[in-house]
């Protein structure tokens, strides 16, 4: 049995049971069986409307269920619908009350969710309200009103998020440019003037929009300021260069250079004024000085005229340098040419600069070819010889080089500037090319010279019979050792060993020469007057003695005594003999 059966049986048994007592009640009371029966009829009407009006109530639940049913229905529907969810099946129920409870838990969590979503739309619309006030940019488009999804919430959010990098990056930005706004405006001596620069140097960071339109802004002040400063520092530096060069020009002492000291650095407004004041005073001072300034000039254009190596063409082309009448017309004329100069320099600068190392490094390599055929230079000491070889070495292969370099930067130029490349008004590799054929022909004369003069010296050697024959023993240059001075003197008797010592030389025509002896012992001649290389030891060779030569009449037999230590040493050769050995005294030699 049923727990609702056994209650409805302990109802009707409750309601016997209260029969009952009340039938007990009236019969102790007496109240008779009429009233009884009335008052009876009355709890029965009583108990029967109570129950009617239960089942009335109870009746009435059904269709009220039914209502909620539907409503809660349609309201889940809605809110899927808001939340652009799914729909939501409700599980099947035994009936109607369970059915109710289910679809109502299911709108109650709809509700919850609908509730968060909009709670976090709310928060992102701020965010991106203040984003897009300090950026002045457009809001997003999620309409504050309807439920957003979960893709839209993301979306948003993302959005929010790059919107704050974007504000971060753009704050940087704005900071960096206002940092430097400030700095060039002080260097400036610039104060803010229109009301967006003190809205950049002057307001609160925070308060600035961070819009692209005022980032552009300030990148546009920044520029303007920087190319201030710079025609500022130009004009500062051009004024300098024509202070520096007025100062030259007029002979300014050194102590009224010296309050513009700071001047000659800076480079902000005052000391743009101060420049622009000290050049309108040189200049009013120049044109007193017109005469010495253009002097001043005129060795200036000379200067230039040599770096760039003009012509006496190109220099007599400009006519106002020889011009004697000083005007301030004709020292305007020197500053247009002094100027042109530079920059006509300038211009061919590397050019230039690579011609006068050739010029240098040609002049080196002539100097170091003329001491290569100094007989002298085998006697210097600290290794200098050896350097200057080195040094002709590398001037052998950097000269080439050299031209090549040259030669290709000429082309380069002739071809970009239509026009041929003049050094003193004549082709640079055509002078080059002259200056190498001009020392080939000077070696050669230098050479032909050589062998003339030493044709000519050997005919006379051949003829006043002077021919010296040098030694190739080079202990013989030395100073004789005192045994082989005493075992001399002590052999002096001996006829081969007083030849050998004796000074005497004759010719191949059989005239005989005195020569001078040095006594054994005595100093040795000094080594420099002697030569050293081959080309000289050849012509020393051929060369005469220097002594006084008395040419003899040919004849059969002729004899010559040379001055010797014991005025007894002689030595006769036949006219068809040998030559007269020298001595081993070195003084002789």
């Not at 006030?133 to 504050?144: F, K, Q, R, T």
């Not at 809205?199 to 300030?218: A, G």
Request: with cysteine.
């Amino acid at each position: 049995m049923r727990k609702s059966e056994v209650l409805a049986a302990e109802a009707v048994s409750c309601l016997n049971k209260a029969l009952c007592r009340l039938k007990d009640i009236w019969e102790e009371i007496g109240i008779p069986e009429d009233q009884r029966l009335q008052r009876t009829n009355v709890v029965k009407d009583h108990i029967k409307s109570l129950l009617d009006r239960m089942i009335k109530e109870e009746e009435s639940l059904k269709p009220r269920l039914i209502i909620s049913i539907q409503n809660c229905r349609m309201e889940m529907e809605k809110l899927n619908l808001e939340l652009q969810l799914p729909g939501f099946e409700v599980p099947a129920a035994s009936d109607m009350l369970q059915q109710e409870k289910n679809i109502r838990t299911q709108v109650e969590a709809l509700l919850t969710e609908r509730a968060r979503r909009m709670r976090q739309l709310k928060a992102l619309l701020d965010q991106d309200q203040d984003l897009c006030d300090v950026l002045c940019s457009l809001p997003y488009g999620v309409a504050p009103d309807s439920v957003p999804t979960a893709e839209q919430l993301e979306s948003f959010g993302q959005h929010v998020a790059n919107q704050n990098a974007e504000k971060a990056r753009r704050y940087a930005e704005f900071m960096d440019l206002k940092r430097r706004i400030i700095v060039h405006m002080g260097e400036l001596d610039h104060v803010p003037e229109t009301s967006f620069e003190k809205d950049v140097v002057c307001e609160d960071e925070d308060s600035f929009c961070l819009s692209r339109d005022n980032i552009t802004s300030l990148k546009l002040l920044v520029c303007q300021l920087e190319e201030r400063k710079a025609e500022t520092e130009a004009a500062c530096e051009a004024h300098r260069e024509k202070i520096q060069r007025l100062w030259g020009r007029l002979d300014v002492p050194q102590e009224e250079r010296d309050p513009f000291n700071e001047h000659m650095v800076a480079s902000r407004k005052r000391n743009l004024e101060a420049l622009q004041a000290e050049v309108q005073r040189l200049e009013e001072l120049k044109l007193l000085n017109i005469r010495n300034v253009t002097d001043a000039i005129r060795s200036e254009v000379a200067a230039f005229w040599e770096k760039c190596f003009f012509s006496a063409d190109q220099r007599q082309a400009f006519a106002p340098y020889f011009s004697e009448d000083f005007t301030e017309e004709l020292l305007a004329q020197h500053d247009a040419e002094i100027q042109r100069l530079k920059q006509h320099h300038e211009d061919h600068k590397e050019l230039f600069d690579g011609v006068h190392q050739w010029e240098d490094s040609w002049r080196l390599f002539l100097q170091l070819e003329k001491k290569a055929t100094d007989p002298t230079r085998f006697t210097n000491r600290g290794g200098n010889l050896l350097k200057e070889e080195k040094q002709r070495s590398e001037l052998h292969k950097s000269l080439p080089k050299l031209e090549k370099k040259l030669k290709a930067q000429i082309d380069a130029w002739e071809s970009e500037q239509g026009g041929e490349f003049l050094v003193n008004g004549e082709k640079f590799l055509q002078y080059v090319e002259e200056q190498w054929e001009l020392h080939r022909v000077e070696k050669e004369k230098e050479k032909q010279e050589r062998h003339l003069k030493k044709s000519k010296q050997t005919e006379e050697d051949m003829q006043f019979g002077t021919a010296v024959r040098t030694p190739t023993k080079r202990r013989l240059l030395g100073t004789q050792t005192p045994n082989k001075s005493r075992k001399f003197n002590a052999t002096s008797s001996s006829t081969s060993t007083s030849a050998a010592s004796n000074s005497t030389s004759r010719s191949v025509y059989g005239a005989t020469v005195p020569a001078s002896r040095t006594p054994v012992g005595g100093k040795p001649p000094n080594p420099r007057l002697q030569g050293c290389n081959k080309e000289n030891e050849a012509q020393l060779k051929g060369s005469p003695v220097t002594t006084s030569l008395t040419p003899a009449a040919p004849q059969h037999h002729f004899s010559m005594a040379s001055v010797a230590s014991t005025y007894s040493e002689f030595v006769v050769t036949s006219p068809f003999g040998s030559n007269l050995l020298l001595s081993h005294n070195p003084s002789l030699l």
